[in-house]
Every structure is written in C-alpha cells, then in structure tokens.
C-alpha cells in the first residue's frame, strides 16, 4: 500500500511528531509513506519527503498555485 501524508510544513512541534511517529508506525508493515509538505524537513525519521512550491503558509496566504513538486534538499 501506498500512503501520502500532506502538510504545509514539516518544522519542529506537533503535528510534525506526529507525522513522524505515523510513519515509524505504518513502515513496518510495508507500507510506503512519502510526505508532502510546503517547506523543506529538516530532521532524519522522514527520508522520503517531497517539497511543493507553493503549498506553504506564506505562499498559501498569496493564493498562487504549486509551481513544483521536488524532492527535498533540491
């Protein structure tokens, strides 16, 4: 199975802990997480995450659509 996790960002706090302990949770059982969110993640428990320009809190506020998707770190 395959699963998208969507936020518009992945900084320290709440909902990224949880984001994190969803994936620890659903990866053992073989399921494949990729996490999308409109600011780059800077920890290590999510590797396989994908930027979208335009998703984040600033960028949501313009009203503009997401110009790309791209992994993260790029």
């Known amino acids: 199975m395959r699963v998208a996790i969507l936020h518009y ?9 949880v984001i994190e302990n969803a994936v620890a949770a ?30 984040g809190y600033r960028d949501a506020a313009a009203g503009g659509p997401a110009a790309a998707v791209r992994p993260a770190g790029h």
Do not use: F, K, M, S
């Not at 960002?9 to 802990?17: E, K, M, P, S």
């Not at 494949?32 to 995450?49: F, R």
């Open 9 to 17: 960002h992945l900084r320290r706090g709440g909902v990224t802990r």
């Open 26 to 55: 659903l990866e053992p059982h073989g399921v494949e997480v990729v996490v999308i969110a409109g600011e780059p993640y800077e920890g290590q428990a999510l590797p396989n995450t994908r930027i979208v320009d335009g998703l």
